[in-house]
T-cell receptor, first 118, second 111 residues
């Protein structure tokens, strides 16, 4: 079963530092996403990315956040100046064009990166 | 604000029983509905998806959708202790690719 791979699994950073979370989506997928989940809370949408540009973003995804697909395989989330409230589990997800693959447009989530800002 | 509501639980059922998990959503334009299972500290794992009104069965799982009532449910038959997890309902609108998640229902299956 193809997987979405995320690195690192856990990152500890000091407040104000920049962090880059990395994801390798499933190879034939076209749509890429970042979600986050603060401990004990809902999974929240951050951003979607298609055709090398952001297609949708939430209010959470402010100027401190950016995404990039620097090559054909990696998809990254950068937080420029981390705050304590950025501490959360960050999930990357990908999916194929609707109607392809398994016949559903559900996402495949990566195993997540736990970001701890101290 | 588009919302997805779930009872947080925990829902406790004995092994072998049927577990019934419910979800309501606010956006009438929602088109796709998903149930994810999430073990503590892990990522969501897709269990079922449903697009049309009615029931959809896959093994021990049945998803039910009623768009008129804006209601989605998941039935788990012959519940096993390994089914103990948080079950997340997620909804996708017609014009958006993002999923909106509920807060999840914690299911405990007692041996």
């Amino acid at each position: 079963e193809p997987e979405v791979t995320q690195t690192p699994s856990h990152q500890v950073t000091q407040m104000g530092q920049e962090v880059i979370l990395r994801c390798v989506p499933i190879s034939n997928h076209l749509y890429f996403y970042w979600y986050r989940q603060i401990l004990g809370q809902k999974v929240e949408f951050l951003v979607s990315f298609y055709n090398n540009e952001i297609s949708e973003k939430s209010e959470i995804f402010d100027d401190q956040f950016s995404v990039e697909r620097p090559d054909g395989s990696n998809f990254t989330l950068k937080i420029r100046s981390t705050k304590l409230e950025d501490s959360a589990m960050y999930f990357c997800a990908s999916r194929n064009r609707p109607g392809t693959g398994k016949g559903y447009d559900g996402y495949t989530f990566g195993s997540g990166t736990r970001l701890t800002v101290v | 604000q588009k919302e997805v509501e779930q009872n947080s639980g925990p829902l406790s059922v004995p092994e072998g029983a049927i577990a019934s998990l419910n979800c309501t959503y606010s956006d009438r334009g929602s088109q796709s509905f998903f149930w994810y299972r999430q073990y503590s500290g892990k990522s969501p794992e897709l269990i079922m998806f449903i697009y049309s009104n009615g029931d959809k069965e896959d093994g021990r799982f049945t998803a039910q959708l009623n768009k008129a009532s804006q209601y989605v449910s998941l039935l788990i038959r012959d519940s096993q202790p390994s089914d103990s997890a948080t079950y997340l309902c997620a909804v996708k609108g017609d014009s958006s690719y993002k999923l909106i998640f509920g807060s999840g229902t914690r299911l405990l299956v007692r041996p």
